[in-house]
């Protein structure tokens, strides 16, 4: 199971710190991602990270004003989201990868969580 954690409503500019926790499977065996779906527009990928957290992948648009990161100990991957824009508003979703290679593209994730609101407010 994964259970996102932390959105909410923002200003412009301000920050959020999004987690999810994971359970059931061995999670430092496989990547993990963060993908967003705003209304009307198809689900697209934030960040990903590699199994081991050595590898992250960013959409060019979020490049320097997110960062993802996991803590295997605990079985936690985090969303960092700094300078945050309205288009910015979206459900975020954590998922599972199949490989534990960083990947973006939503079909090679095969578990997801139930996402976690972000609105950011102008």
């Known amino acids: 199971q994964l259970q996102a954690s932390g959105g909410g409503l923002v200003q412009a500019g301000g920050s959020l710190r999004l987690s999810c926790a994971a359970s059931g499977r061995t999670f430092s065996s496989y990547a993990m991602g963060w993908f967003r779906q705003a209304p009307g527009k198809e689900r697209e990928f934030v960040a990903g990270?590699?199994?081991?957290?050595?590898?992250?992948i960013y959409a060019d648009s979020l490049k320097g004003r997110f960062t993802i990161s996991r803590d295997n100990a605990k079985n936690t991957v985090a969303l960092q989201m700094n300078s945050l824009k309205p288009e910015d508003t979206a459900v975020y979703y954590c998922a599972v990868a199949t490989t534990r290679f960083v990947l973006t593209t939503p079909g090679r994730y095969d578990r997801w969580g139930q996402g976690t609101l972000v609105t950011v407010s102008s």
């Open positions: 990270i590699s199994s081991s957290g050595g590898s992250t």
